[in-house]
């Protein structure tokens, strides 16, 4: 037989390379398709049935798409592989605003920002965890890939079981509901012997607040003035938060460590798990102690610095060899400031942007948008670092100085102050006289003129 002509092989070869890394990339970014289209019916989906069987609900998706990745051995991988993680983005969509929901409603109020943390912690513990089992020698090898994937079906299985003994939440119970009475003893389980009455009266005010409140379409939010502002700080955080290039670590990780000459760059990666749950950790103290804006602010400019670190470590690394290790450094230090403001701040500072009537669905655009991003870098990182090689993190610092000075001159601070004293900032830094508390108020409940 002939021999394939030289220009012919080089061809397909590099066929090949683009559709093996257009399927890796769609089999990443597929999850964060799911995420986005179910990021719009989380709160409705909560609201219809209730917070514990909308989450009981959700684990069927997880389930589905951990048993088409666990065989997906047995039939056209990419193609099992991609709408089984397909079907886990629609399930993390659902529960990445239902279980903060859930949280924040039968959380005492001084423990609502740390128990917040604490699920970002859960997040981050758990990728850490699959980290490990996806080591080589474990799961991550030719034989029991399949099994590492379809392993993600168990912790939906654990929370189902546990999720039959959590109580309704009784906010839910008593302001959407009407039902007082369950709504109590609801309170009774998760409070023990401490008084309710505290938390009654607080529901109780909620309820009428909420009656008088109209309901904010996402339209609305964009059209009304008084939301304008409001929800695109709230989109630029999150924009902040996915294209500061932190997944591109996540995801790409490896590589990058093996680009950086890392011998044993899966070890690395382990690392960067490792740091990224420890500072999780340290934000959970943090969150209630700082301001949201000084800490974002930190993580930010922290980033920023460790960015810089990272390319040039990688663009002087045939020069230095010890370049290798100011890269991996900067990685573990940019990991760090990511956790202490920009990875769990932005959820926090969105829900204490609105009030109860916009905040459905700005909390819903926001997911949207982060998802939407999540689901723009992990589809063309690969691309990105092949275009510009090793100065693909100067790009990043660009965006991340950029969305620092942003956070600088238009980011209120939100701690310890009201929503009244939250829109009255709001107000200022669109350059308004100052307004008597209660007319800001009524401007946030939707009195103004619709423009």
Same mark, same amino acid.
């Given at each position: 037989m002939d021999s394939i002509p030289t220009p012919l092989a080089e061809e397909e070869t590099t066929a090949s390379s683009n559709l093996v890394t257009m399927l890796w990339s769609l089999s990443v970014s597929s999850f964060a398709i799911g995420g986005m289209i179910a990021s719009f019916f989380g709160g409705w989906l909560g609201d219809r049935i209730g917070r514990v069987k909308a989450m009981l609900v959700a684990n069927i998706l997880s389930l589905a798409g951990a048993l088409l990745m666990g065989f997906s051995k047995l039939g056209p991988s990419h193609i099992l592989i991609i709408s089984g993680r397909s079907l886990s983005g629609l399930y993390c969509g659902l529960i990445s605003g239902l279980v903060p929901m859930y949280i924040g409603e039968i959380a005492p109020t001084t423990l609502r920002g740390a128990l917040g943390t604490l699920h970002q912690l859960a997040i981050v513990t758990g990728i850490l965890i699959s980290q490990i089992v996806g080591l080589n020698f474990i799961l991550g090898n030719h034989e029991q890939w399949h099994i590492l994937?379809?392993?993600?079906?168990?912790?939906?299985?654990?929370?189902?079981?546990?999720l039959l003994f959590c109580p309704e939440s009784p906010r839910y119970l008593y302001i959407k509901l009407d039902e007082e009475v369950r709504a109590k003893k609801s309170l009774k389980r998760l409070r023990g012997d401490a008084d309710i009455t505290k938390d009654i009266a607080e529901m109780r005010k909620e309820k009428e607040e909420a009656s008088s409140e109209q309901v904010?379409?996402?339209?609305?939010?964009?059209?009304?003035?008084?939301?304008?502002?409001?929800?695109?700080?709230?989109?630029?955080?999150?924009?902040?938060q996915q294209f500061s290039g932190i997944n591109g670590i996540f995801y790409y990780s490896t590589s990058i460590?093996?680009? *950086? @000459?890392?011998?044993?760059?899966?070890?690395?990666?382990?690392?960067?798990?490792?740091?990224?749950? =420890? +500072?999780?950790?340290?934000?959970?103290?943090?969150?209630?102690? *700082? @301001?949201r804006r000084s800490l974002f602010l930190i993580g930010m400019s922290g980033m920023f610095v460790c960015a =810089? +670190?990272?390319?040039?470590?990688?663009?002087?690394?045939?020069k230095l060899a010890w370049m290798?290790?100011?890269?991996?450094?900067?990685?573990?230090?940019?990991?760090?400031?990511?956790?202490?403001g920009p990875g769990p701040i932005p959820w926090f500072m969105v829900a204490e942007f609105f009030s109860q009537g916009p905040r459905t669905a700005a909390l819903a655009i926001a997911a949207f948008s982060n998802w939407a991003c999540n689901f723009i870098i992990a589809l063309c990182?690969?691309?990105?670092?092949?275009?510009?090689?090793?100065?693909?993190f100067f790009l990043f610092a660009g965006v991340i100085l950029a969305f620092t000075l942003f956070t600088f001159f238009k980011v209120p601070e939100t701690k310890g102050k009201s929503f009244e004293e939250i829109a009255a900032e709001f107000q200022k830094k669109r350059g308004l006289a100052q307004k008597p508390k209660a007319a800001v108020e009524m401007e946030f409940l939707g009195a103004t003129e619709t423009v």
């Open positions: 994937l379809g392993l993600s079906g168990v912790p939906a299985i654990i929370q189902s079981l546990l904010v379409s996402i339209i609305q939010l964009f059209t009304n003035s008084c939301y304008r502002q409001p929800i695109l700080v709230a989109l630029m955080l999150h924009l902040a460590f093996q680009t *950086a @000459g890392i011998s044993e760059p899966v070890y690395a990666t382990i690392g960067v798990g490792t740091i990224n749950t =420890i +500072f999780t950790a340290v934000s959970v103290f943090l969150v209630e102690k *700082a @301001g =810089i +670190f990272m390319s040039l470590g990688l663009v002087l690394l045939n290798s290790y100011v890269s991996m450094v900067a990685i573990f230090l940019f990991v760090s400031f990511f956790e202490i990182f690969q691309y990105i670092a092949k275009f510009c090689g090793p100065y693909v």
